[in-house]
Each structure stands twice: as structure tokens, then as C-alpha cells.
């Protein structure tokens, strides 16, 4: 059995065919007062070692239990193993930090000649416990640790202004969305040519009817068949019951930016609807989110989403998918341009 430190052998606690349980002291050691590794420092120990074993002046012997007794400071309890990492710590300070789950290679030893301390073990774990939980404050997803912010006050004058609760909620459910879905992005062009000739060729029609026909009723129709060609994508997967769940019904949501934040009320049924219907309806939920008179069930229930950044610009972008949606379609704004 190796010794953790070196010494010279006093008395042997423990005679042959002795039953022993782990922790249980085997023998009295005399320590090398040049030894690196030195002698378990633990006051158990000292208590049950004869004081005349004792090899160092009794000057060091007394002080250091005092420099035990101190925790280093909390930064101080970590340091990065090295291969090869020697750990100087006595019997009961490992039995300890094997309660603890402590891996004393990352413990800051504050006894003589760096000896690792029950105080130090004590220490890196509270340090450990209070990192996990100010992380978890402003965790994310899956074990990821959330970012801790500065003061920014230190760089200028700021202002701090709390999130309304649908900013909260639309936050957390993109954050959620983005760990938990894997996000493939395709982009492609679509000649729009012949729909928007057939779209402005209506706006009689809407005005008679009080209706304007807009690009998204098209759109609406579009992901229909593409639903019905593909039904893969019309799917949540149950991942704790390992099963497809496969939707019978086309319901569509379409996201609208408010100023109270991002909404997503859901059209039903929408392969059974036609183009002024689907625009009607649209025209009345999305007003219905800005006016905050959105009713829970009428954002809930979408197999599939549209988002559209039309009116701000840009060629592309990477819609978050609108988990447990399995696909989203993003739009951009509509250009003239030739092609060959």
C-alpha cells in the first residue's frame, strides 16, 4: 500500500486478520521534515499520534493548524490541473473530497508546502456551488451558463427599463427554440411574376369586398402544398416516447411584429380556405395582436410558421423554427431584377 507522504514507521495500529472499513487508521508515522510530501496535517491525526513521534518542533506544529483554520478566498480555490498534476492532501482530506465529488487537482492547497486542508475542500465546494447557481440565474438551455454582464454604467450613462411580459416570454421561447432545434437554413428565389400580376388585378375586388389581398394569402396556400407534398415537415417529434407524431390538419402560423413584441396568432384549417378568406382572416388577427386582444387559443395549435421581413429589407435570414414546429418559412422583401 503506497504512503502518501514520507516518514518513518512508529506503531502499526492493526494486527493481522483485523476486519477494517475505509478510513480506519492503520499506523503512527514519524514525518520527514524534509519530506515534500509532508504528513497529514488533519488534527484527528495529531489527536491520536503520541507527542513524542512527532519529529518537527512544536512551533511548527502549533501554527499549522492556524493556517488550516483560514479558507483561502474564494477565487483562490480553483486552479487548472496539469498532466501530471501531484495532489498533496492526507488520508481523511481525500476520503472527504471523495464525499464531496471535490477533484482536489483543481484545489488550492493553503497548508504548508501547498497541502491541501478540509478548509480548502470546504471552500472550492461552496466557490462551485455559487458559480452553478449564478449561472442557472442566467442559464440557458441544456446546461449552457449564461453570460454574465458588466457594469455597464463604467463605460457611460445608461438606463434600465424592465421587460414587459410578452418581451419576457418571446424571448425565452427563442432561446429555448434555437438550443433545442437544429436549424438548417435553405435559400431560394421564386418568380413571383404571374402572382403579383394576378394579386393587383384584384384590388377592385377588395375594395368592393373590404379586403386587401396581400402577398401572405398566396404564401398561406403555397405551404399547403408543400405540406400535403412533403408531410414530413407537418410533424413534432416526441422525443421522451421516441415517436413521429404525424398532424392531419393544416394549421399555419404567421408572426407579427408588435410593439409589445414578436406574436404568432394561427390561421386553422387553411388548405380548406380560400384566397379572401385566408386574407380576411389574417388581416383581422394580426390587428387583433397588435391591439393586444389575442386570445390564448388563437396562438396556439400551428404545424408550421411564416415570418416575413419584408418590410424592413434584406436579401435572407435564418428564421428561429417555432418549437415543436420541425420547419419555418422566412420571406424578404420583394425586388425586380433579370434573369437569365
Known amino acids: ?40 496535517d488533519e488534527g484527528e491525526q495529531e489527536a491520536e499520534a503520541p507527542a513524542k513521534s512527532e519529529s518537527k518542533p512544536s512551533s511548527q506544529a502549533s501554527s499549522a493548524p492556524k493556517q488550516e483554520s483560514a479558507p483561502q478566498p474564494q477565487g483562490s480555490t480553483y486552479e487548472s490541473p496539469a498532466p501530471g498534476t501531484k495532489v498533496h492532501a492526507g488520508p481523511a ?92 437554413t435553405q435559400f ?40 400535403a407534398e412533403l408531410p414530413q415537415f407537418n410533424v413534432s417529434l416526441d422525443m421522451e416516447r421516441k415517436e413521429v407524431v404525424r398532424k392531419k390538419y393544416i394549421h399555419i402560423g404567421i408572426a407579427v411584429d408588435t410593439p409589445h413584441g414578436l406574436m404568432v396568432p394561427v390561421i386553422r384549417n387553411v388548405d380548406q380556405k380560400g384566397l379572401w378568406e385566408l386574407a380576411a382572416e389574417s388581416a383581422e388577427l394580426a390587428q387583433k395582436a397588435r391591439d393586444k386582444q389575442l386570445k390564448p387559443a388563437e396562438m396556439q395549435g400551428a ?25 419555418i418559412l422566412g420571406v424578404s422583401k420583394a425586388a425586380m431584377k433579370p434573369v437569365w
Not at 512508529?10 to 514525518?31: F, P, R
Not at 414587459?164 to 437544429?182: G, H, K
Not at 435572407?316 to 420547419?327: G, S
Open 303 to 327: 404545424c408550421f410558421t411564416i415570418t416575413s421581413l419584408g418590410g424592413i429589407g434584406g436579401t435572407a435570414f435564418t428564421p428561429i423554427v417555432n418549437t415543436p414546429e420541425v420547419a
Open 93 to 184: 482530506v481525500r476520503k472527504l473530497a471523495r464525499e464531496l465529488g471535490a477533484d482536489l487537482t483543481r484545489v488550492k492547497g493553503s497548508g504548508p508546502k501547498s497541502r491541501i486542508t478540509k478548509d480548502d475542500v470546504h471552500a472550492y465546494v461552496k466557490s462551485q456551488l455559487q458559480v452553478a447557481q449564478q449561472g442557472a440565474s442566467v442559464g440557458t438551455g441544456s446546461g449552457i451558463p449564461g453570460v454574465k454582464l458588466p457594469d455597464f454604467s463604467q463605460f457611460g450613462e445608461i438606463e434600465r427599463e424592465g421587460m414587459s411580459r410578452m418581451m419576457a416570454a418571446t424571448a425565452a421561447n427563442m432561446q429555448r427554440s434555437w438550443l433545442n432545434v437544429p436549424h438548417v
Open 1 to 40: 500500500m503506497p504512503s502518501p507522504f514520507a516518514g518513518k514507521i512508529g506503531k502499526i495500529l492493526v494486527k493481522e486478520g483485523d476486519k477494517l472499513s475505509e478510513g480506519s487508521d492503520l499506523l503512527e508515522m514519524t514525518i520527514e521534515a524534509d519530506g515534500d510530501d509532508g504528513g497529514e
Open 188 to 227: 431560394e428565389d421564386a418568380d413571383i411574376t404571374e402572382m403579383e400580376d394576378f394579386r393587383k388585378a384584384q384590388k377592385a375586388a377588395g375594395e368592393k369586398r373590404g379586403v386587401k389581398m396581400t402577398p401572405l394569402p398566396f404564401l398561406l396556400k403555397a405551404c399547403v402544398a408543400a405540406l
